[in-house]
């Protein structure tokens, strides 16, 4: 099977607005179809071992800033992301498309998306910060490992700063100060290439009084 044999999570969010705003809605209650990838995918890689780390929009509803997003992503090493390929593509996933280091969910549509060690945020050029091997980063919640903060606010403000058209990662990032207040010293847990950037958001979000110091 391929991706062009179904639809896929996000031709359906774009074609029917009406189911959209239903999913929206289920997503804030964690039912959406998102949340029910990110618990297959979990659950597929605890059964196989694999150590991860789950990233990007869904690691930020767990840390606090309840947003909606349309895909799963899970940071892991090269070497078990083939390990993932062989054994999961025959077990109700897909390559994203030809040759893609990405997986979709075929049941429910949804794009998993496999971030590397050692691979470079942003636009993909060598900086300080890179991202980690999933198992010094991860924490366990009801059976599911997500990235520790630090290191999500340091992987995000690296790809905002260093690609223009990732400049969502540093919104992002404002959010999430914002929605749980995050403190200014929390830069210190930073890299030292992004702290000036944390510090640059922190000012902006209380300037409009979203942060108390």
């Known amino acids: 099977m391929t991706t062009s044999a179904f639809a ?3 031709d ?12 929206g809605s289920r ?8 949340f029910k990838a990110l618990h ?7 059964a196989l071992g694999i150590p991860y780390a789950v ?3 869904m690691a930020l ?11 799963v992503a899970i940071l892991v090493t090269k070497d078990e992301l083939k390990v993932i390929h062989e054994k999961l593509e025959s077990l109700g996933y897909v390559p994203a498309f030809a040759n893609s280091k990405h997986l979709r969910d075929v049941e429910h549509g ?22 980690p091997d999933p198992r010094t980063v991860s924490f366990d919640a009801d059976g599911i490992r997500y990235i520790q903060l630090p290191k999500l606010v340091e992987l995000k403000l690296a790809s905002g700063m260093t690609n223009p058209g990732r400049l969502k990662d ?31 958001l922190w000012k902006a979000a209380k300037s409009d009084g979203s942060v108390e110091l």
């Open 27 to 34: 997503h804030f209650e964690e039912d959406s179809a998102v």
């Open 170 to 200: 540093l919104s992002d990032v404002l959010e999430l100060i914002k929605a749980i207040g995050l403190p200014l010293d929390f830069s210190h847990e930073l890299d030292p290439f992004v702290r000036e950037k944390f510090n640059e």
């Open 12 to 23: 359906r969010l774009n074609r029917d607005a009406r189911w959209a705003l239903s999913e």
């Open 40 to 46: 297959g995918i979990a659950a597929r890689l605890n």
């Open 8 to 10: 896929t999570y996000e």
């Open 61 to 71: 509803f767990q840390h606090g800033l309840r947003r909606f997003t349309e895909d």
């Open 55 to 57: 990233v990007g929009g």
């Open 110 to 131: 949804v794009k998993i998306e496999f971030l590397t060690t050692g691979d470079y945020p942003g636009d993909g050029k060598k900086r300080p910060v890179s991202f």
